[in-house]
């Protein structure tokens, strides 16, 4: 990466000391990197990449002072969602997978997973908050999970939060509570300890049952995905007010809420575009003043 980082600087800038780079060659570079129909993401590896060599280069004392590359705005891209007949397909996988499993630990880690969608796709919460979270939290007679902060959970919000639980979920949950009641953790390895220590291992476990329902890399995240539906289902599907959404998922505002509604604006593009059937008949006015 570095050699071909080099060599693009080189064509970009010109063959110049190290010394004398500056924000003008910069801004070359990344002309030239857009030119060539980089995405913002790819340029920004280059960019990086030449900040590394200068750190480098003032170890080594080429440098006195180290030039700020500073990194291009990216576009933040719209999540793709799990359709409901895909989710339909990846809760039958995985109970097929159940049936066919070869061994105990096998299942068990299958049920998890089966438990892991039916709870984040239910209530919309971060994968920590159900990977790290004791059985003891689920208050079932009111009906809520509760997340409080500790040495393995970072909660976003900073403070303790409780999790609704909707009828369905809750019936789910005390199914698997009275059939497992050897289990400590939500996501628990059936002898009391954690089956996931790392919330990225639970993404790397639903990657796997992504591609094997032909889903995978399409851009829908593996486990992220699942606060993504729970939105999209309270607001397209019951009609639930943003605000409200915003405030089950822990977002700070709602403009991180409306991310998810990608459909939104494609549908207010297209009821604009029908405006012009109807301006046909319209008197549009001249855009020159009248003349005196």
Not at 48 to 77: D, H, M, N
Not at 194 to 215: K, Q
Not at 223 to 229: K, P, Q, V
């Amino acid at each position: 990466m570095f050699l071909q980082t080099a060599n693009r600087f080189v064509q970009a800038a010109g063959d110049v000391p190290v010394s004398t780079i500056n924000e003008r060659h910069r801004g070359r570079f990344i002309a030239f990197l857009t030119d060539k129909g980089l995405a913002p993401a790819t340029v920004n590896k280059y960019l990086r990449t030449i900040q590394s060599f200068f750190y480098w280069a003032k170890a080594c004392g080429e440098l006195e002072e180290v030039p700020s590359f500073k990194q291009i705005r990216e576009p933040k891209k719209i999540p793709k969602i799990l359709s409901e007949e895909d989710f339909s397909r990846l809760l039958e996988h995985i109970a097929r997978k159940m049936v066919e499993a070869r061994s105990p630990r096998e299942r068990r880690y299958l049920l998890l997973h089966q438990r892991y969608v039916m709870i984040a796709a239910g209530t919309g919460a971060r994968r920590n908050e159900i990977v790290m979270t004791p059985w003891s939290a689920v208050d079932f007679e009111a009906g809520v999970i509760v997340v409080r902060v500790s040495t393995r959970l970072a909660i976003k919000e900073k403070k303790e939060k409780e999790i609704p639980l909707a009828g369905f979920l809750l019936t789910y949950l005390k199914g698997q509570r009275e059939a497992n009641p050897e289990e400590r953790w939500l996501m628990d390895d059936g002898s009391g300890r954690l089956a996931y220590t790392s919330g990225h291992s639970v993404t790397t476990a639903f990657g796997r049952h992504l591609r094997a329902i032909g889903l995978g890399g399409q851009g829908i995240k593996s486990t992220h995905n699942f606060r993504a539906l729970f939105a999209t289902r309270l607001r397209n599907q019951l009609g639930v007010d943003v605000l409200t959404i915003s405030g089950l998922l822990g977002h700070s505002t709602t403009a991180m809420t409306e991310r998810y509604f990608s459909g939104d604006r494609e549908k207010k593009e297209e009821a604009v575009k029908r405006l012009d059937q109807l301006a046909q008949d319209w008197h549009i006015p001249a855009a020159s003043l009248p003349s005196h």
